[in-house]
């Protein structure tokens, strides 16, 4: 998504674990594992998602590529941005 244009999201469900893999820009995450670490499967580009939990809090772990850990409050949407430079996702919203 590039702001400033017209675009339409990609949207997909995906269950909560360690270790995730997105495909959409906008993603509802079921379950209430803690994730630690999420993977972009094309080719670790810097890219913006937004995350929303739908069954419960679900928690962002620091053992992985996520730079702060916080808590996702069900139904509300977190954006976090990949920088490929440094590794890691940033929280870009406080939550």
Known sequence: MIPGRVSKLSEEVVASASSIVVH???VRITGSTTIN???VPDGGFSK???LVPVDGA????TSGN????IT????RAVTLTYSKLAGKWYIENGV
């Open 24 to 26: 959409s820009d906008l």
């Open 37 to 39: 670490t999420i993977d």
């Open 48 to 50: 913006t998602i937004t």
């Open 58 to 61: 679900v928690a962002l772990g």
């Open 66 to 69: 996520i730079l702060v850990g």
């Open 72 to 75: 996702m409050a069900q139904n």
